[in-house]
């Protein structure tokens, strides 16, 4: 399995970028899987921000980003998007998706924004949000 991000950039608060994690070594077709949008600042601890479970049929969002951002896949093209509008400077990080398949459960939203739970990991894309 190999998870590659994109889109990531420099961008005024208040602007919006649209990330993508696109998967190879698994269809999303075939099996269930969780894929999640972590994020890690520098001197920061890495934070799970947003999931999306096909087993339950569910999102999850972080507090600090919840009716900003919005994750969401395209089969066809093997990716998950997250969307962030109206970013603020403390929305800059890394920002990592993580994939785990075969999940036929879920861990309610602080279990599946846990990074344990995730196996398999991109390689990160900075965002930098100015003021």
């Known amino acids: 399995v190999q998870l590659v991000e994109s889109g990531g950039g420099l961008v005024q608060a208040g602007g919006s970028l649209r990330l993508s994690c696109t998967a190879s070594g698994f269809t999303f077709d075939d099996v269930n899987y969780a894929i999640a949008w972590f994020r890690q600042a520098p001197g920061k601890e890495r934070e799970g921000i947003s999931c999306?479970?096909?087993?339950?049929?569910?999102?999850y969002y972080a507090d600090p980003v919840k009716g900003r951002f919005t994750i969401s896949s395209d089969e066809a093209k093997n990716t998950v998007y997250l969307e962030m509008n109206s970013l603020k400077p403390e929305d800059t990080a890394v920002y990592y998706c993580?994939?785990?398949?075969?999940?036929?459960?879920?861990?309610?939203?602080?279990?599946?924004?846990?990074?344990?739970?995730?196996?398999?990991w991109g390689q990160g894309t900075q965002v930098t949000v100015s003021s």
């Open positions: 999306i479970n096909t087993s339950e049929g569910r999102t």
């Open positions: 993580a994939a785990r398949l075969g999940l036929n459960i879920g861990f309610g939203r602080q279990g599946m924004l846990q990074p344990g739970r995730y196996p398999y």
